[in-house]
């Protein structure tokens, strides 16, 4: 199966910014809502943002009013601009095809992106 690819992680201070990339292939892209997700050792991987193919978007409440998702369809991309970050945002962060809601996600999983953000 083919993996998303992730990208844009990073360390940064507490009230940064990142914005986070992730491909995949065109026929995965085109036919479901496309999800970010992030993960700490030791915990289960929690939806952090969805996006519908018709551009509806659903966020976490940690994240609320910080983050944004957005699609390009053209590139087979889906974007998480991260503001005002916080320590507690650090994890891996990954992308897959999802359900609409984000509550269940298809496919395999890429290798993620590492965000950190600490003084």
């Known amino acids: 199966q083919v993996q998303p690819v992730e990208s844009g992680g990073g360390l940064v201070q507490p009230g940064g910014s990142l914005r986070l990339s992730c491909t995949t292939s065109?026929?995965?892209?085109?036919?479901?809502?496309m999800g970010w997700y992030r993960q700490v050792p030791g915990k289960q991987r929690d939806l952090v943002a969805v996006?519908?193919?018709?551009?509806?978007?659903n966020y976490a409440d940690s994240v609320k009013g910080r983050f944004t998702i957005s699609r390009d369809n053209a590139k087979n991309t889906v974007y998480l601009q991260m503001n005002s970050l916080k320590p507690e945002d650090t994890a891996v962060y990954y992308c897959?095809?999802?359900?609409?809601?984000?509550?269940?996600?298809?496919?395999?999983w890429g290798q993620g992106t590492q965000v950190t953000v600490s003084s």
């Open positions: 996006i519908t193919r018709g551009g509806s978007t």
């Open positions: 897959n095809a999802a359900s609409d809601t984000g509550a269940r996600a298809f496919g395999s």
């Open positions: 065109g026929r995965i892209f085109s036919i479901n809502a």
